[in-house]
């Protein structure tokens, strides 16, 4: 077959012999040598760019005057700040300060003066206060004095009464009465007269016979004026009060003093209390007067019937010997 592939055709023209080629010699280039800047790359530019020159600007050394203007100025610009910084530091110290201060002093004033305050409104109403106790206190004192007058001369009146029927019902107390009249005697050994209420003669008789009389040196003597129960033992240089008021009289002695001391009080209580209503009646008081009368509280006739029986009670007479007034216990003989 005479026809060919085309492709083979130009295989076997690019396919040469070693023999055809020929080598020339390359060297290397001479690093050491200065590149010229001046080749342009195929842009047509140079590889490297050259920087711009820089012109270094002389600056001219600052002279003593300007020196001197920046210090200043430094130095005053420090001063004010360093002003302005201790003016506000200083500011809120002394604002803390005065606040404290301010408030401890006005504190302690405070309370001073509320002290003061609290103490005067305190005085001012303890002395409202107490007169207004006083108030109070003055009537209940008048309306207790009257009870205690009261009670006391009831209870000397129920005394004398049961010391009364005592001697109704049993007469022989007057035995007791004659032996302690003897006893108190300074002299035993003496002639002794005895008055006696008639009755108290007759059982005086019936316990002591004539024979026992004229041996005791005893001489009865009846005297109706006495009551029943009363002695009176008289001798030469003596006499003995034995009577029933004076025995009672003596045993009532201290109830009498009390008795008379509760008066006295009772008249300078109302006499305070109306000097107190006119004092009032002048010049108001701004204090309440309590709602309070005595005089309603007692009955007119309870205090009519006290006044009567107090001035019933009276020591008795002893037929002119004040001096020969007599314990119930121990009677006091008096000799001339």
Request: charged share 25%; with cysteine; proline share 5%.
């Amino acid at each position: 077959m005479s026809s060919s592939n085309p492709s083979d055709n130009k295989l076997s023209k690019k396919i040469v012999s070693d023999s055809d080629i020929e080598f020339s010699h390359w060297a290397l280039p001479d690093v050491t040598e200065a590149e010229d800047d001046s080749i342009s790359n195929v842009f047509g530019r140079s590889n490297h760019q050259q920087p711009k020159p820089t012109t270094v600007e002389s600056v001219a050394p600052p002279t003593m005057a300007e020196i001197e203007n920046i210090r200043a100025q430094a130095e005053e610009e420090g001063f004010t700040e360093g002003q302005q910084r201790g003016y506000e530091q200083g500011l809120e110290k002394g604002r803390l300060q005065g606040l404290e201060q301010g408030h401890t002093e006005g504190l302690a004033q405070g309370h001073e003066q509320g002290l003061e305050s609290g103490l005067a409104q305190a005085k001012t109403l303890l002395s409202r206060f107490e007169a207004l106790l006083t108030q109070f206190e003055t009537p209940l004192q008048l309306l207790d004095g009257d009870i205690e007058l009261s009670l006391m001369t009831l209870s000397m009146t129920l005394a004398k009464s049961v010391i009364g029927h005592e001697l109704k019902t049993h007469p022989e107390q007057i035995l007791s009465a004659l032996r302690l009249g003897i006893e108190s005697l300074p002299i035993k050994d003496q002639p002794v007269t005895i008055r006696l209420h008639p009755d108290d003669a007759v059982l005086v008789e019936q316990l002591y016979t004539s024979a026992q009389l004229t041996r005791s040196k005893w001489e009865l003597e009846i005297d109706p004026s006495l009551s029943s129960g009363d002695c009176i033992l008289s001798s030469h240089r003596s006499l003995v009060d034995l009577t029933l008021a004076s025995r009672i009289d003596a045993v009532f002695e201290p109830l009498r003093d009390q008795h008379a001391h509760l008066t006295d009080k009772q008249r300078q209580l109302q006499e305070t209390i109306a000097t107190e209503n006119t004092a009032k009646q002048l010049a108001p008081s701004e204090i309440v007067e309590p709602e309070f009368n005595v005089e309603s509280e007692l009955d007119s006739q309870t205090v009519d019937s006290i006044s009567q029986q107090a001035e019933d009670i009276q020591p008795a007479s002893t037929n002119n010997h004040s001096d020969t007034g007599s314990d119930a216990k121990s009677p006091t003989s008096t000799t001339e």
